[in-house]
């Protein structure tokens, strides 16, 4: 998680989505934690990382954001 986090910190689209994916994921030790994976990997989206793209949707299709998630922004 180290490196993943500096390069994140150096705006590295795949280091942001690799955070996020772990936190969604559960890997690299990392314990789950849905919001806060939303917000790396739309941040990683964002610099058009094409895995990352995909997550953020799951993760409001399968309303795992609580109120926050929505279908129509799954889609």
């Known amino acids: 998680m180290y490196l993943l986090m500096k390069s994140a910190?150096?705006?590295?689209?795949?280091?942001?989505?690799?955070?996020?994916?772990a936190l969604m994921y559960c890997y690299q030790n990392v314990?789950?934690?849905?919001?806060l994976a939303s917000y790396w990997?739309?941040?990683?989206a964002a610099k058009s990382e094409s895995l990352a793209m995909?997550?953020?949707g799951r993760l409001?299709?399968?309303?795992?954001?609580?109120e926050q998630s929505s279908l129509d922004t799954g889609k």
Request: hydrophobic share 35%; net charge negative.
């Open 9 to 21: 910190e150096k705006d590295c689209a795949l280091g942001l989505s690799e955070i996020g994916a």
């Open 31 to 35: 314990e789950q934690n849905d919001a």
């Open 41 to 44: 990997l739309e941040h990683a």
């Open 54 to 56: 995909l997550s953020p």
């Open 60 to 66: 409001h299709v399968e309303h795992r954001l609580g």
